[in-house]
C-alpha cells in the first residue's frame, strides 16, 4: 500500500469536514431555536411548561394545551399503528411465501412515501365526513388526528420490526421448535422476547414521527389550544400552531414564544429518536453476539 | 425426528385438547396477522384509487400550463407551482447532496470510530427533526438575514433535511463495494483517495443514484418547512431570490380553501405530486434491481 | 463520475425551466379579507403593466403587520389597524392606506331552515362566548319566530391565524358586549372561550360549508361566492340588516381622522351593517428600493381611480369620495428615492 500523501490527507481531511458539519448542523439548530426564543424564557421561564392560556390579547402564552395535544393524538396513533403495524411484520415475517412478502413490503413502505400534506387532503374530504357520520360532532378532532397519524406511522413499525425480527437467530428458533412449540409459540416466546427492544425501538421511532407530524395534523385536529377530555373534541397540536400562527404573530414575544414550542418539540424528538436508536443498536449487537 | 424415535412415553401421552388448543391459537393469530395486512393494503388503495379517481378527473392541459387565477374565479392551474416544486429540488439537491455524499464517504472510509459514531448518531437525530422545525431554522438563518422569503430559502430548509439520508446511505452503498475492488487498486499502486474517488465512488454509483433519489422523494411532498421560506407566488417566480410557489403549498392552501375549483385543483396537485415521488422512487427501485 | 453527470444534469434542467425575465416582483402579504379583490387588482395591473408583478400571499392581517414590520414584504395588508406600540416598533413610519371597505359575515350551515337568520348583539356574543350552546335556543328563536330550528349543538368556527377579519368581529362584540370586552377584548388574535380553528378567510369559510350546525364570520365575498347563508344583524338604530355594499357605505359615513386608522363598526346610521370595516395597504412612508417605491406609488393611484371599479362586483364597497381624495393626498406624500 502506497504511504499517506497529501492527497490523501486532503481527502481524508476534507470528508471529515463535511461529515462533522452534520453534527454541527444538529448543534446549530438547537442554538438556532434556543437563542431566538429568549424573551420568553426570562418572561415566563419554564413555567409556560405547564401554563394553560393560550391568549395572544394579553402576551399570556402558557403551552399545556399543544403539549397535552400532541402527546394524546400520538398515543392514539400508537394504539392503533402498534397491533397493525406488528401484525403486518409478523404477517410478512412468518407466512407471506417471499414474492408476496416483498410486494406486500413495497406496499406498505409506500404508505410512508404519500406526503404528510395528501394525507391532510384525504383526512378533510374523507375521514373528517365518516367521523361526522359515526357520531362525532366536529368530524375534526383529537380521534380523527389520531387515525390519519396511526396510518402514517404505521410503516415505520411494520418495516422495521419486520428487519428486526430478520436479526433473530435461526438456532434459538429451531431449539424451540425442536421442543415442540408451535410457530405462533416459537414467535411468542422467543422471536418477540428477543426482538422486544428493537420493536420498542421501532415504536419510538413512529412517536418521533407522530409527535411532529405537521400538516396532516393541523388540517384535521380541529386547531383549538384546550385540554378536553373527549377524544371527538377539537385539539391542537404543538407543530400545528407553528404551522398556524408562526408568519402570523404580531409581537416579538409570540414569534419567540412559538420558535420556544419549536425547541420543545426539538428537544423531545431528539429524546425519542435517540431512544430509538440505542434499542435498534443495541438488538442488532445482541444478534452478532449470538450469532 | 429423533425425539419420535426416542418412543418416550410423553409422545403417546399426548394431552389432544390441549394440543387441538394449542393449534387453533397458532391459526387464529397467524389469521389475524394476516388480516392486519390485508387492512393496510387496503388502506394504501383506497387512498392510491381515491386520489386517481379525483385527480385524474380534475386534471386537465390547463393545470399543467396555466397559472393560478384571482381568488373565485374558475379555472387556471398550476404551472409555476410545478416548476417551483422542480427548481425547489433542484436546490436541495445542491445543498444536500454535497453534504451528505462527502459525510458519507467519510463515514464509511474512516469512520469506524467515536467521529463516526458521533456523526452517525447525529445524522439519526437531525432524520427525526420535525419539517416544521426545519422551517424555523430556515426561517431564521435565512430569510431573516436575506430579509425576504426565497427560493433559496425554501431549498436550503428541504436540502438540510435530505442531508441525514443522503449521508447514510452513501455509507451503505460504499460499505457494499467489495474489497477485493479496493484492493486491486491499491495493487495498482495508486494512493487511498484515488482508489475511493475513481474506483470505489463509480463502482457504488447506481447505488448511491438511488439513495439521491429516494431522498428526493422524500421531500418533494414536504410542505410545513416550505410555509415560512419558499412562502408561495402567484407568478412566475425570477432566479432565486424571491417567493416561490410549490405542489405541496398549493395542494395545503387550496384544500382549506371554500372553493370547489380549488379543491379539483388540490386532487388534481395531489395527484401529479404523488406521481412525481412515485416514478422517483420507482426508478430508484429499478436502478436497484439491476444493481444486483 | 455518474454522481456528477446526475448533479450537473439536475443543475442545467432546473435552471433551464427559468427564462430569463427582466420583470419586478413586488411581494406583498396580510390580510385575507381583502384577498378576493386584491388578486383581482394584481391580475388586472400585472395585464396593463406586465413588466410589474404584484405577489400577493394573503397570510392574516397579523402576518402582514409582522412581515412589512420585519421588513420581509415590500407592502403589507390589514383590516385591524396596527396599536400604536406596533407602528413604533416597525422601522420607518407606515401608511395605512385604505383601498375598500367590506363586511364582516356572519355564516351559516343550517339544512332545513330557509329564511335568512336574524341574529341580535347580545345573542352573537352569546353564541361565540359559549353561553348558547343549541341552536333552537329562546334567544335565537325569538330573533326568528317562524324558523324550525334544529335541537342541535352550534358548532363555532373562528380564525386560527392572527387576523383583521377576527379584529373587525371582536372588536363589535367588545362594543355590544360587556362580557365579551372584560373576558376576551379585542386584537388581531383572541384566546377564543369555543369552537375550532380555521385559517384564514377561505379556511373559515371552508370549515363551515363542510361543518353540518356551524357558525362562523367570514368576509362577505367569501360567502357570496361560496353561496354560504349568512345571518342580517341588528344594528344600533335597531333595524335588522344584511351585509351588503349599500349597508356598509352606509356605516363608512364616519368622521376619518388623517392616519385612517378608523373604527365604523356599530355604526349608528340606520341603513348600516354593524360588522363593516375598512381594509388597509400598509406601505412605509419612505420607500428604499427607487423603482419598487415608484412602482408601488403608481400602484396605489391605479388603485384609487381604475380600481375601485372592480369593487362592487365583489362585494366590497369603494371608498367614498371625500375618503378617496385624502388617500391621494397621503399617497402624494410617499416618499421614493
Known sequence: ?291 | ?292 | MNTVKFLSLAVALTVSTVAARADMLINGAGATFPYPIYSKWFDEYHKLKPEFKFNYQSIGSGGGIRQISAGTVDFGATDGPMTDSQMESAPGYLYHIPTVLGAVAVIYNLEGVIEQLKISPKTLADIFLGNIKMWNDPKIQKDNPGASLPAQPIVVVHRSDGSGTTYIFVDYLSKVSGDWATKVGRGTSVAWPIGLGGKGNEGVAGLVKQTPNSIGYAELIYAKQTKLTFASILNKAGKFVEPSIESVSAAARAKMPSDFRVSITDSKDPASYPISGFTWLLVYKNQKDAVKGRALVDFLNWMLDEGQKFASDLGYAPLPAEVNAMVKKTVAQIKVK
Open chain 1, 1 to 291: 500500500m502506497s504511504s499517506k500523501g497529501w492527497g490523501d490527507v486532503l481527502f481524508k481531511n476534507v470528508t471529515l469536514l463535511f461529515s462533522l458539519s452534520i453534527f454541527i448542523l444538529t448543534a446549530w439548530i438547537g442554538w438556532e431555536l434556543f437563542k431566538n426564543s429568549k424573551l420568553p424564557m426570562e418572561k415566563f421561564g419554564f413555567s409556560f411548561l405547564w401554563d394553560q392560556v393560550w391568549d395572544p390579547v394579553q402576551e399570556e402564552y402558557g403551552v399545556l394545551p399543544f403539549i397535552y395535544g400532541t402527546i394524546v393524538s400520538s398515543i392514539l396513533a400508537l394504539l392503533i399503528a402498534v397491533p397493525l403495524g406488528l401484525g403486518v411484520a409478523i404477517y410478512l415475517y412468518e407466512l407471506a411465501p417471499p414474492r408476496i412478502g416483498n410486494i406486500i413490503g413495497f406496499l406498505t413502505e409506500l404508505l410512508a412515501a404519500i406526503p404528510s400534506v395528501v394525507y391532510g387532503l384525504i383526512g378533510v374530504f374523507v375521514l373528517v365526513p365518516i367521523m361526522r357520520k359515526a357520531g362525532a360532532p366536529y368530524g375534526v378532532g383529537m380521534l380523527t388526528a389520531g387515525i390519519i397519524l396511526s396510518i402514517m406511522i404505521l410503516p415505520f413499525i411494520a418495516t422495521i420490526s419486520r428487519e428486526i425480527f430478520k436479526t433473530v437467530p435461526q438456532t434459538l428458533k429451531e431449539s424451540a421448535m425442536s421442543l415442540g412449540a408451535t410457530r405462533w409459540e416459537v414467535l411468542k416466546l422467543v422471536t418477540l422476547p428477543f426482538s422486544f427492544s428493537g420493536v420498542l425501538g421501532s415504536i419510538f421511532l413512529a412517536l418521533g414521527r407522530a409527535l411532529g407530524e405537521t400538516m396532516a395534523v393541523t388540517m384535521v385536529i380541529g386547531n383549538r389550544p384546550e385540554i378536553k377530555f373527549s377524544l371527538f373534541e377539537p385539539g391542537y397540536t404543538m407543530a400545528a400552531v407553528i404551522a398556524n400562527e408562526f408568519t402570523e404573530a404580531t409581537s416579538d414575544l409570540y414569534v419567540q414564544t412559538l420558535i420556544q414550542v419549536g425547541l420543545v418539540l426539538f428537544a423531545i424528538t431528539i429524546i425519542v429518536n435517540g431512544i430509538a436508536r440505542y434499542l435498534i443498536y443495541k438488538v442488532a449487537k445482541e444478534a452478532e453476539v449470538v450469532a
Open chain 2, 1 to 292: 425426528m429423533s425425539a419420535q424415535t426416542l418412543a418416550a412415553p410423553s409422545y403417546y401421552e399426548i394431552d389432544l385438547p390441549h394440543y387441538r388448543k394449542r393449534q387453533a391459537v397458532n391459526w387464529a393469530a397467524f389469521l389475524l396477522t394476516g388480516v392486519c395486512a390485508a387492512l393496510t393494503i387496503s388502506i394504501l388503495f383506497f387512498i392510491l384509487g381515491y386520489l386517481v379517481y379525483h385527480g385524474f378527473s380534475s386534471l386537465n392541459w390547463d393545470f399543467f400550463t396555466k397559472l393560478p387565477k384571482p381568488v373565485g374565479e374558475l379555472g387556471g392551474g398550476m404551472a409555476n407551482a410545478i416548476v417551483g416544486t422542480f427548481k425547489l429540488l433542484g436546490l436541495a439537491t445542491l445543498v444536500g447532496v454535497p453534504v451528505g455524499f462527502l459525510g458519507g464517504v467519510y463515514l464509511s472510509e474512516y469512520g469506524h470510530n467515536k467521529i463516526g459514531f458521533m456523526v452517525r448518531y447525529a445524522a439519526d437525530i437531525l432524520n427525526g427533526v420535525p419539517s416544521i422545525v426545519m422551517g424555523i431554522f430556515a426561517y431564521t438563518v435565512v430569510v431573516l438575514p436575506m430579509g425576504h422569503f426565497s427560493a433559496l430559502a425554501g431549498g436550503f430548509a428541504l436540502g438540510v433535511m435530505m442531508i441525514p439520508i443522503a449521508v447514510r446511505s452513501t455509507e451503505e452503498f460504499l460499505r457494499v463495494v467489495p474489497h477485493s475492488v479496493r484492493e486491486a487498486g491499491f495493487a495498482l499502486g495508486l494512493p487511498e483517495w484515488k482508489v475511493i474517488s475513481f474506483i470505489v465512488i463509480p463502482t457504488a454509483a447506481k447505488g448511491l443514484i438511488t439513495g439521491i433519489l429516494l431522498d428526493l422523494a422524500r421531500v418533494a411532498g414536504e410542505t410545513a418547512p416550505l410555509l415560512f421560506t419558499a412562502f408561495g407566488n402567484r407568478f412566475w417566480a425570477n432566479g432565486w431570490m424571491e417567493p416561490i410557489a410549490s405542489l405541496p403549498v398549493m395542494i395545503y392552501t387550496y384544500a382549506i380553501a371554500p372553493y370547489d375549483d380549488w379543491h379539483r385543483q388540490s386532487w388534481a396537485a395531489a395527484l401529479v405530486l404523488m406521481m412525481l415521488v412515485f416514478i422517483t422512487s420507482l426508478t430508484a427501485r429499478i436502478l436497484l434491481r439491476e444493481r444486483r
